[in-house]
């Protein structure tokens, strides 16, 4: 895609972004645009960068290092939001400023270990299966509260519990996006003040297709991939 026209997409969906936020009450602000670079070659981070774009999304260690290691803007901040297996955790904090997909409590500690000795702390948020979907990561619903239960026992120095992040529902109309999003939402509202959680405020939900109804249910990082750089090639 030509940059242009990426610098296009940008702006139309900031202005989305910006009619979600007025149409449910919230100041623009308060919802950051995380472009989703996954697969995409360096000159289209490159065009997003040049037309102000700073957040960035990968969901691989590999293909993520190649663009953060030529990204050395101080300003960027990486966020990793894929599945992450253990083994590459140690590219984590020295690359990623927030990860949106804590699943376990091994890989938690094996990430504090890391995190401890950077000057600042790696920001987690726990990934939640709010569809139920077998096929998906994240921690059940009803598991949430004995999962953050065992990360607070287990003192992960380093880390910063943030907030929750989910995928929607697949091929899900308006109505139905809204509920699996507003279940984040009310687990997020749930969980801060139990355990005394002071930041414990994002959730990171909606991608290209449904980031509106999730902006209208309280999201405070959307991840868009598609709408900004065009379609994926399929791999
Ligand atoms: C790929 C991906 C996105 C972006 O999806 P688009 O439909 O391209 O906007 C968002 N979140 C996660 C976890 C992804 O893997």
Redesign the pocket.
């Known amino acids: 895609m030509h940059p242009s026209e990426i610098a296009q997409n940008l702006q139309r969906i900031k202005q989305l972004i910006a009619a979600a936020a007025a149409k449910s009450g919230r100041h623009p602000d308060d919802i950051k645009l995380i472009a989703?670079s996954?697969g995409r070659s360096w000159p289209q981070v490159e065009a997003a960068f040049a037309a102000g774009q700073l957040r960035f999304?990968e969901?691989t260690v590999q293909d993520a290092m190649s663009k953060i290691s030529r990204c050395v803007h101080p300003a960027i901040e990486w966020h990793f939001?894929?599945h992450l297996q253990s083994n590459k955790a140690k590219y984590i904090p020295s690359n990623f400023a927030w990860l949106?997909s804590l699943d376990s409590v091994a890989l938690a500690t094996k990430l504090s270990r890391l995190a401890r000795q950077k000057p600042t702390p790696l920001k987690v948020l726990i990934e939640v299966n709010i569809t139920g979907e077998v096929n998906k990561h994240g921690i059940a619903p009803s598991s949430l509260i004995h999962f953050i239960e065992e990360l607070l026992q287990a003192q992960l120095a380093g880390l910063e519990l943030r907030g929750l992040m989910a995928?929607g529902p697949p091929l899900a109309n308006e109505r139905a996006l809204r509920a699996a999003f507003s279940k984040l939402r009310e687990l997020r509202d749930a969980c801060a003040p139990r355990f005394g959680l002071t930041g414990f405020t994002a959730l990171s939900m909606g991608?290209?297709?449904d980031f509106v109804p999730a902006i209208m249910e309280g999201a405070t990082l959307v991840?868009?991939?598609?709408?900004i750089f065009g379609e994926?090639r399929k791999p």
Do not use: F, L
Not at 223 to 227: E, H, L, V
């Open positions: 989703v996954k999304g969901n939001i894929g949106h995928i991608m290209s297709g991840r868009i991939g598609t709408a994926r």
